[in-house]
Structure formats: C-alpha cells, structure tokens
C-alpha cells in the first residue's frame, strides 16, 4: 500500500502543481483584465439642454486619469454629401458670446477625470461646418442645418502614455418636424475609438490640417 503511494505521489504532486498554476492563470488573467479596463481612456458625448437645435454638445471624461482634448471634428451628411469639419478652433463660440476664458478661444484643453466640457450649441457647430465648406469651395444645396441629416461628433485628444491619439465619435439624426429640427442620437452609447489603424488614419487626417 505504501508502495503504491509512494509510486504515484510524483503524479500527484504534478497534477496538483498543475492545477495551482491554472487557478493562478485565472487570476492574473482577471487581475489584468481589470486593470485594462481601469487604464483604458473612455470619453462620453451627449447633447443637454433639450433636443432642439440649440441644445448643447457636452464632452465627458470617465477615465482614470486626465485627457487633453487636441481636436474636435464634425462630420454632416447632407443632400448624400459628408462635409467635415475642424471645429477646435471656437470661432463660432467667440461669434456667439456666451464662453469666457480659454473656451470662448479654443475647443482644445485639459478634460479632469469625472469632469464635462460643453462644446457649444448643435446649431452653432451647423454654422461652422457650413462656413468651412463653403471657404473649402464644396457646394451646398441651401442651409446646413436645413439640409443635415445626421452629424457626427469626433474627439481627438492625447492619454497618459498613449503613442497614438485616442478617440471616441457619437452620431445625432436630425429630425424634421412642423415645429422646427430636433436631434436624436442614432447611437446608445459613445463609440470609442481603439483600433490602432483607424488611430494612425485619424492622425494623419489631423496632421494634413495642420
């Protein structure tokens, strides 16, 4: 009998040494997991203020640490074009009055963890598109914002350690009524933006605006 322990204790010991590791694989793989999932840069947007026109694009920053915003990108459909615009530079908020400090100057700017920015009125950024487009030579068939279909809001900004920039884009359909256009997101949730080559593409997208 204690022979036969003897003889298949190696067996045993390997076995249970085994399972040891497995189980530990399972941990380090949960461990990592969340901690991805804490490191990992998560940018919100949403409209407030109403549903109309007027009603404001805000920018939320649910990461663990702080996201400097580096560019902010609309992108309308109209009439079965897509007019793109770079809207970081707040030339409509400085036209409309309503921003004081460095929000009335630039788009651009450090985003704290927890903390929202609003980036102006849906209508405004309408505005904006439409002047880029028309100084860009693009032809309209009348107003953007009487002709806009869906807008899509991009953000573009620089994360911890990050060697790429980091994304996130939501889009909002225009909805016609008798009492005036409304918005309505086409998307539950924030799309982040973490393919590497959809990353690269951005930057270089960004870096011929420069």
Same mark, same amino acid.
């Given at each position: 009998m204690l022979e036969s322990l003897?003889?298949?204790?190696?067996?045993?010991?390997?076995?249970?040494?085994?399972?040891?590791?497995?189980?530990?694989?399972?941990?380090?793989?949960?461990?990592?997991?969340?901690?991805?999932?804490?490191?990992? !840069?998560?940018?919100?947007?949403?409209?407030?203020?109403?549903?109309?026109?007027?009603?404001?694009?805000?920018?939320?920053?649910?990461?663990?640490?702080?996201?400097?915003?580096?560019?902010?990108?609309? &992108?309308?459909?109209?009439?079965?074009?897509?007019?793109?615009?770079?809207?970081?530079?707040?030339?409509?908020?400085?036209?409309?009055?309503?921003? $004081?400090?460095?929000?009335?100057?630039?788009?651009?700017? !450090?985003?704290? !963890?927890?903390?929202?920015?609003?980036?102006g009125t849906f209508d405004c950024?309408?505005?904006?598109?439409?002047?880029?487009?028309?100084?860009?030579?693009? &032809?309209?068939?009348? &107003?953007?914002?009487?002709?806009? $279909?869906?807008?899509?809001?991009?953000?573009?900004?620089?994360?911890g350690s990050e060697d790429l920039?980091?994304?996130?884009?939501?889009?909002?359909?225009?909805?016609?009524?008798?009492?005036?256009?409304?918005?309505?997101?086409?998307?539950?949730?924030?799309?982040?933006?973490?393919?590497?080559?959809?990353?690269?593409?951005?930057?270089?997208?960004?870096?011929?605006?420069?």
């Amino acid at each position: 009998m204690l022979e036969s322990l003897l003889k298949f204790a190696p067996i045993a010991s390997a076995a249970a040494s085994i399972g040891t590791l497995c189980i530990w694989a399972v941990y380090l793989q949960i461990f990592v997991g969340g901690h991805r999932r804490q490191i990992k !840069p998560m940018l919100v947007i949403n409209h407030g203020e109403g549903r109309a026109m007027n009603a404001h694009c805000l920018v939320t920053n649910m990461s663990k640490e702080p996201v400097h915003i580096q560019s902010v990108v609309a &992108k309308v459909l109209a009439d079965g074009n897509t007019h793109t615009a770079y809207i970081t530079d707040a030339e409509d908020i400085r036209r409309a009055g309503v921003a $004081t400090g460095w929000q009335r100057m630039t788009r651009q700017g !450090p985003l704290q !963890p927890g903390t929202m920015v609003d980036m102006g009125t849906f209508d405004c950024i309408l505005e904006y598109a439409e002047w880029t487009a028309l100084e860009n030579g693009e &032809k309209l068939l009348g &107003k953007l914002e009487e002709h806009a $279909t869906t807008i899509e809001i991009i953000i573009l900004g620089i994360y911890g350690s990050e060697d790429l920039l980091i994304g996130a884009s939501r889009k909002f359909d225009v909805a016609r009524a008798t009492n005036g256009s409304g918005l309505q997101a086409s998307e539950a949730l924030t799309r982040q933006i973490t393919r590497r080559h959809e990353r690269k593409r951005l930057l270089k997208e960004l870096n011929d605006q420069l």
